[in-house]
């Protein structure tokens, strides 16, 4: 009925459809394998809408998803809870007093720091535990002031309420609907831009309330700022002595303990928590020192304190919030969502990589938008992920998002009892907390250069977006740094048949194959060939063609749409995704973290039967150029491989590279060559040997191997002849055999040459080459370890 609708409306509508009959009549015509004929059927627009209709354990997961906690609640366990408990002590004694500063960054009162860290952990529990940030915190600064300004009836906390729900919603709404792959737009460069530019404007932005100086406003361009700083340092008062030597002391107490770390290195853990808690120690003892000096003159302080902070939850309720108030920050929406998720979204996949686990960045996205629509009941304004506190939970021995729990108890704490202790700290003391945190965002000239290796233009972004912060605001950085998503297809091998007429080509040794695209040779050597197919037939080939794993363990993946900062994340996560279910961990022994042996039967009993991994081809056919981003994802990747296949190391090869810049690229990575592998730790053993295998051509001219096999063609195909006619020539198969082969290789030897670069031996000039090389490394360690006794890996 459809199908005749459809063709009534064609006609009223003028279009041409194809004949019915004349795929089949085609296919009769010119097949001479009728009984194992394939028509490659065309896609239809139901089957597009069917893969994007999820079903119901699509949907079931969906819903799981949105409650992490269900994937690890089952597993906890005494230990667990030790190292949450320690993180969380730990992270609760940090956030306190920054969360306080960066308050007063977002022109609000300190207490509203401590309610949007108390939000940032009740509400949802994530690896990443959100928090207020000092880049958030200045561009939610300059949004409130710029807004005051033109309607000053509005309250400071009223407009930072209305930025998070009005942003956090936005994000909430990506998340729910599954986009967050679009934070993959943002490339690499972009990041160190943005933090670098922040690292220069937010301290100077600090330095006058360090050092006391109020005669000049410091929301103005950081320029501006940085030329008034030396022209009123005569204005400095006695605030540069409280602000100057908390700073001191911060990188005093950092350098001290990590050199004590190198020194005595079975104490480093301690040392650890003494530099993580410097923050904690030096705004304690310079509100010692303030409340000995002002303790008398509560009303006319010798230099400026914080003052009255509210006991509890004072600014609780429903936040104010109109359309008016919405339009006067609707222009800074974007950079302010941008800046919720440039930071989360990395911070979280890096640890993700670290602990072996996979992010999902719309779920991210969620964890943002619930924590920022809520937050403002409470009082919180925007926050996001913080990555040196999220260094110090992962560092601190955290097992499980119960650790923000915990550090929720600790702000707690401090919101109902330490209250009247916070009227004593220095905002000098704060405002150098502020510097010292945020000045190691600094890129380093080290990464500088690597970006330069990898791709020069991309550095050009860099300085642009650090200069566009320096002479304008973050916000713009942001705009002048920023295919979208693709994955590749994992191959396969397969082996066919040319087919013309009746025969197959090459079937009779006879016939000259050159007048059909191929070589003059051995007939039955050219018989059958074999090609790389997509294992799930994604791109139509015939599903009843069986396409054969490469080799245990060997994976050969090609890039679709090229391989660029949009992409790299999710085609590389497809990648670890599809890798980790078809293989096990080489040591499934070994756990990272106390407890987790909880899981390990039910992962190795999940394991039987698979290899481990042994090598990753990768399929370069149709990318011509890579970025900064793209390689980095690279590089995190291989690491994160490295990690699961030790002690083995995976080898990676590239086949059917066309660009000398992508060449040089991974070259700057680290790729192309062998990976030295020692047999164990101490290296006491010689590294393993690795095969090279190159691929040869003939030198072209009259001086060729080909030229020289014309001269001798008579002598050459009287070999052939007796090879396959023994019984007739008189000579033996074996005899002409060896004869052929050994004048042809004295020929080859003398006049073939490398067509590839063989100092990069790992970068190959077709899949052939490339899945020779990894099998032929892989079988020389298996041979090595079982010549030291040690079975290979399955």
């Given at each position: 009925m459809g199908s005749r609708a459809g063709n009534a409306l064609a006609k009223v509508l003028g279009i041409k459809l194809p004949e019915p009959g004349e795929t089949e009549e085609l296919l009769r015509e010119e097949s001479v394998l009728s009984t194992g004929s394939f028509a490659e059927e065309p896609p239809t627009s139901a089957e597009w809408l069917r893969e994007l209709v999820p079903d119901r354990t699509a949907c079931v997961n969906y819903v799981t998803s949105l409650f992490p906690f269900v994937n690890w609640v089952g597993y906890y366990n005494l230990k667990w809870f030790t190292g949450d408990l320690v993180a969380g002590i730990t992270v609760g004694a940090v956030v306190v007093p920054q969360g306080m500063a960066y308050a007063i960054l977002a022109n609000l009162a300190s207490e509203f720091g401590l309610y949007s860290s108390f939000m940032g952990v009740i509400i949802y529990c994530s690896d990443a535990p959100l928090r207020p940030v000092a880049v958030l915190s200045t561009v939610?600064?300059?949004?409130?002031?710029?807004?005051?300004?033109?309607?000053?009836?509005?309250?400071?906390?009223h407009i930072a309420s209305a930025v998070a729900i009005v942003s956090g919603s936005i994000v909430l709404f990506i998340g729910l609907v599954r986009l967050g792959w679009m934070i993959d737009i943002i490339p690499l460069t972009s990041l160190p831009a943005f933090m670098t530019g922040s690292a220069i404007t937010i301290p100077v932005g600090q330095i006058p309330s360090m050092m006391g100086m109020t005669e000049?406003?410091?929301?103005?361009?950081?320029?501006?700022?940085?030329?008034?700083?030396?022209?009123?340092?005569?204005?400095?008062?006695?605030?540069?002595?409280?602000?100057?030597?908390?700073?001191?002391?911060?990188?005093?107490?950092?350098?001290?303990?990590?050199?004590?770390?190198?020194?005595?290195?079975?104490?480093?853990?301690?040392?650890?928590?003494?530099?993580?808690?410097?923050?904690?120690?030096?705004?304690?003892?310079?509100?010692?020192?303030?409340?000995?000096?002002?303790?008398?003159?509560?009303?006319?302080?010798?230099?400026?304190?914080?003052?009255?902070?509210?006991?509890g939850f004072q600014d609780a309720g429903v936040p104010k919030i109109d359309t008016t108030l919405i339009r006067s920050f609707a222009s800074d929406l974007p950079a302010t969502v941008i800046v919720l998720v440039i930071k989360h979204i990395p911070i979280s996949k890096s640890f993700g990589r670290v602990n072996n686990y996979t992010i999902d960045p719309s779920q991210e996205f969620v964890a943002i938008g619930v924590t920022n629509v809520l937050a403002p009941f409470l009082g919180g304004y925007p926050s996001t992920v913080s990555f040196s506190r999220t260094a110090i939970k992962s560092k601190a021995g955290v097992r499980t998002p119960f650790a923000g729990v915990i550090t929720c108890i600790v702000v707690l704490l401090a919101i109902h009892a330490l209250t009247s202790v916070f009227f004593y700290i220095p905002n000098a003391s704060l405002s150098a907390v502020i510097i010292h945190t945020v000045g190691d965002l600094i890129t380093p000239p080290d990464t500088v250069y690597r970006f330069w290796l990898v791709s020069p233009l991309e550095v050009f972004m860099f300085f642009l977006g650090v200069l566009v912060t320096v002479f304008s605001s973050i916000k713009d950085d942001i705009y002048a740094t920023r295919i979208l998503r693709g994955r590749g297809r994992f191959l396969g091998k397969v082996k066919i048949h040319s087919v013309i007429g009746d025969h197959i080509i090459g079937e009779d040794h006879r016939e000259i194959l050159g007048k059909y695209g191929t070589f003059d040779?051995?007939?039955?050597?050219?018989?059958?060939?074999?090609?790389?197919?997509?294992?799930?037939?994604?791109?139509?080939?015939?599903?009843?063609?069986?396409?054969?794993?490469?080799?245990?363990?060997?994976f050969i993946y090609r890039f679709l749409e090229g391989f660029n900062y949009p992409n790299a994340a999710h085609s590389l996560e497809y990648l670890c995704e599809y890798i980790f279910k078809r293989t096990h961990r080489t040591d499934?022994?070994?756990?990272?973290?106390?407890?987790?042996?909880?899981?390990?039967?039910?992962?190795?009993?999940?394991?039987?039967?698979?290899?481990?991994?042994?090598?990753?081809?990768?399929?370069?056919?149709?990318?011509?150029?890579i970025d900064i981003t793209s390689v980095q994802r690279l590089i995190d990747?291989?690491?994160?491989?490295?990690?699961?296949?030790?002690?083995?190391?995976?080898?990676?090869?590239?086949?059917?590279?066309?660009?000398?810049?992508?060449?040089?690229?991974?070259?700057?990575?680290?790729?192309?060559?062998?990976?030295?592998?020692?047999?164990?730790?101490?290296?006491?053993?010689?590294?393993?040997?690795?095969?090279?295998?190159?691929?040869?051509?003939?030198?072209?001219?009259?001086?060729?191997?080909?030229?020289?096999?014309?001269?001798?063609?008579?002598?050459?195909?009287?070999?052939?002849d007796a090879i396959f006619d023994d019984g007739r020539g008189g000579v033996s198969a074996a005899g002409g055999r060896d004869a052929y082969g050994e004048q042809m290789e004295a020929i080859v030897q003398r006049k073939g040459v490398a067509v590839a670069g063989v100092n990069r031996p790992l970068f190959h000039v077709d899949l052939t080459n490339a899945l020779q090389s990894a099998i032929a490394n892989v079988e020389a360690r298996e041979g090595e370890d079982m010549e030291e006794g040690k079975m290979p890996s399955p």
């Open positions: 939610v600064g300059n949004i409130v002031a710029r807004t005051r300004d033109q309607f000053p009836q509005y309250e400071p906390h000049f406003p410091t929301r103005e361009a950081p320029y501006l700022v940085i030329i008034n700083i030396p022209k009123h340092l005569g204005d400095s008062k006695i605030d540069a002595a409280m602000g100057l030597t908390a700073l001191s002391l911060l990188y005093v107490i950092r350098a001290a303990c990590s050199y004590a770390a190198r020194r005595w290195p079975a104490r480093q853990w301690t040392f650890f928590f003494l530099s993580t808690l410097r923050t904690a120690f030096v705004i304690m003892l310079y509100t010692m020192i303030s409340w000995l000096v002002n303790r008398t003159r509560r009303g006319d302080p010798l230099f400026k304190i914080l003052g009255e902070v509210p006991r040779a051995d007939a039955r050597k050219t018989a059958a060939r074999n090609v790389f197919l997509p294992i799930d037939h994604g791109d139509g080939s015939n599903p009843q063609v069986e396409v054969d794993n490469p080799y245990p363990g060997i499934m022994e070994t756990h990272e973290k106390l407890g987790d042996p909880s899981k390990a039967a039910a992962e190795r009993h999940a394991a039987e039967g698979r290899p481990t991994l042994k090598a990753v081809t990768l399929d370069f056919s149709s990318v011509n150029n990747v291989r690491n994160q491989l490295d990690r699961y296949a030790a002690p083995d190391v995976v080898d990676w090869h590239f086949a059917c590279i066309n660009n000398r810049w992508t060449k040089r690229a991974l070259a700057a990575a680290g790729f192309g060559y062998r990976t030295v592998h020692e047999t164990n730790a101490d290296q006491r053993h010689p590294p393993r040997r690795r095969k090279s295998i190159f691929s040869v051509a003939e030198i072209g001219g009259s001086d060729s191997a080909a030229a020289m096999a014309e001269k001798e063609e008579g002598r050459i195909d009287r070999i052939t």
